[in-house]
């Protein structure tokens, strides 16, 4: 009787074990991609703030220009759009696309990151600053993981010299 009982707890023991180990690499995964989109986000936010004002993208539009102004009140994504489990963004949900990202510095920006584990997207939505000559500017990327799209924010603010 106490082999079956102790054999009862090892059992116990082992699947409790096993779901950390599971859910300890789900952890692990989630913080790589976050690590590695982080990454990208800061890589093309200090490319648009080192590019020319004129700069443009290969639409020919200014990577400052404002094309979407229906996502003026939510640049950042704050309705989790960009986090819907969609393959392509629809048309208006953002501005500028790594899709425009041509010639030199903005090519650099193109190189895969060290793991090629992960399919990331970047956009950036610009928002005009009321009463200035400035632009909000929200670097969104987003990848596939497990079944759904996350997706992470970084924010910064550019003036026309």
Same mark, same amino acid.
Request: glycine residues 6%; hydrophobic residues 45%.
């Given at each position: 009787?106490? /082999?079956?009982? %102790?054999?009862?707890?090892? !059992?116990? =023991?082992? @699947? +409790? &074990?096993?779901?950390?180990?599971?859910? $300890?690499?789900?952890?692990?995964?989630?913080?790589?991609?976050?690590?590695?989109?982080?990454?990208?986000?800061?890589?093309?936010?200090? /490319?648009?703030? %080192?590019?020319?004002?004129? !700069?443009? =993208?290969? @639409? +020919? &539009?200014?990577?400052?220009?404002?094309? $979407?102004?229906?996502?003026?009140?939510?640049?950042?994504?704050?309705?989790?759009?960009?986090?819907?489990?969609?393959?392509?963004?629809?048309?208006?949900?953002?501005?500028?696309?790594? !899709?425009?990202?041509?010639?030199?510095?903005?090519?650099?920006?193109?190189?895969?990151?060290?793991?090629?584990?992960?399919?990331?997207?970047?956009?950036?939505?610009?928002?005009?600053?009321?009463?200035?000559?400035?632009?909000?500017?929200?670097?969104?990327?987003?990848?596939?993981?497990?079944?759904?799209?996350?997706?992470?924010?970084?924010?910064?603010?550019?003036?026309?010299?």
């Amino acid at each position: 009787m106490e /082999t079956v009982v %102790s054999m009862g707890l090892l !059992a116990v =023991g082992i @699947s +409790g &074990a096993l779901a950390i180990s599971v859910d $300890s690499s789900r952890s692990m995964s989630k913080s790589i991609h976050i690590e590695e989109a982080s990454m990208l986000a800061q890589s093309l936010v200090s /490319t648009l703030m %080192s590019v020319p004002w004129s !700069a443009r =993208g290969s @639409s +020919g &539009a200014s990577l400052f220009a404002n094309t $979407s102004t229906s996502n003026d009140a939510d640049i950042t994504d704050g309705a989790g759009v960009f986090a819907r489990n969609t393959a392509t963004m629809a048309a208006g949900t953002f501005d500028h696309s790594e !899709a425009e990202i041509t010639g030199t510095p903005m090519a650099v920006l193109v190189t895969p990151l060290p793991t090629n584990r992960t399919a990331y997207q970047r956009y950036w939505n610009i928002a005009p600053i009321a009463g200035t000559n400035g632009v909000s500017i929200a670097v969104i990327v987003r990848w596939h993981e497990n079944s759904t799209w996350s997706r992470l924010v970084l924010v910064a603010t550019r003036y026309q010299p």
